[in-house]
């Protein structure tokens, strides 16, 4: 067989290489197999990774904020800077995120702070107050999304509360009595428009199996205290995005997840070369660490994705 121009003048052959060049792995028939079946099951840990952070740590991650929003809630009814309105001190809008009263129904053993902002994302830290809509304890008609069963299902049980059950709040502006009027489902008739001055609550959440929730359940409760002070609106229901509408996911993620994803698959082909040329003890033990909090973030952001009341 007759050599090529280059091997010829250069004598250069693959048995001749520095050792590096002979180190580079070349993947054969049974190294792909291997290799498609690792990322084979990359997707399975990946898929189990969501489901874990989505029911397991989920729920320690709102137990988290909540506590972290009940601190930073306090310091504010102290100060008295509690947002009050749609706007706060400075004229601008109370920033998402922002806790602005803490609910509480004995009868099921909720208890939690309400945040501004009805986003998927809002939702992971706790019940979201619908912008559009005067705060708890004020004349109008207030509306608090909370999920059903992921982060916390601080709204899981609101289907359970009976007519003349018992709602209270607390904002800046002091505590408001809440009682339950109706538990209803779509097609049910809709409240009464109400009167000038009067209050009311309505809780809203996913209803049906855990976690794949096929319709929502409002509760509305009338405010029996007497109303607030309540600031004129600034903006209505049509300002809304459309992520901050009943049963809607945070598509803004999607840069995120799929950043992740990609980090994530690179780091697989990475580690996989590694495990030729550095070790699979060594390699194995800077992996596991890594893709886990890789892969965490970007469950924890496909999470985003689904239905603010799941």
Do not use: C
Request: aromatic share 6%.
């Amino acid at each position: 067989m007759t050599s090529s121009p280059l091997t010829a003048s250069s004598g250069w052959s693959r048995d001749t290489a520095s050792p590096a060049a002979r180190a580079l792995p070349v993947l054969g028939e049974p190294d792909r197999w291997r290799f498609g079946g690792s990322a084979v099951i990359v997707v399975g840990l990946l898929l189990l990774g969501f489901a874990v952070q989505f029911i397991g740590v989920s729920q320690i991650s709102y137990l988290r904020d909540q506590q972290l929003e009940l601190d930073s809630f306090r310091y504010q009814l102290a100060n008295a800077t509690a947002p009050v309105g749609q706007t706060g001190q400075d004229g601008r809008l109370v920033d998402p995120g922002t806790p602005v009263a803490i609910l509480r129904a004995p009868s099921i053993g909720l208890n939690a702070v309400v945040l501004e902002g009805t986003t998927s994302d809002i939702t992971r830290s706790g019940p979201g107050h619908r912008r559009d809509t005067p705060l708890p304890g004020q004349a109008g008609a207030s509306v608090v999304y909370g999920r059903q069963t992921g982060y916390g299902g601080p709204f899981g049980q609101i289907g359970r509360l009976h007519v003349g059950d018992v709602l209270t709040t607390v904002t800046g502006q002091g505590r408001a009595r809440y009682v339950v009027t109706d538990i209803r489902y779509p097609g049910d008739r809709v409240p009464q428009p109400l009167a000038a001055g009067a209050g009311r609550l309505t809780l809203v959440s996913g209803a049906g199996l855990p976690y794949l929730p096929d319709t929502v359940v409002r509760v509305d409760a009338k405010l029996v205290t007497k109303a607030a002070v309540t600031p004129q609106p600034v903006f209505s229901y049509a300002a809304l995005s459309p992520q901050e509408l009943t049963m809607a996911g945070d598509g803004d993620v999607w840069p995120f997840v799929v950043l992740g994803l990609i980090a994530l698959a690179g780091m697989v082909a990475l580690f996989a070369v590694g495990m030729r040329l550095w070790g699979r003890r060594q390699t194995l033990v800077v992996a596991v660490p890594v893709v886990l909090a890789v892969g965490l973030f970007a469950a924890g952001q496909l999470t985003v994705l689904l239905p603010n009341l799941m």
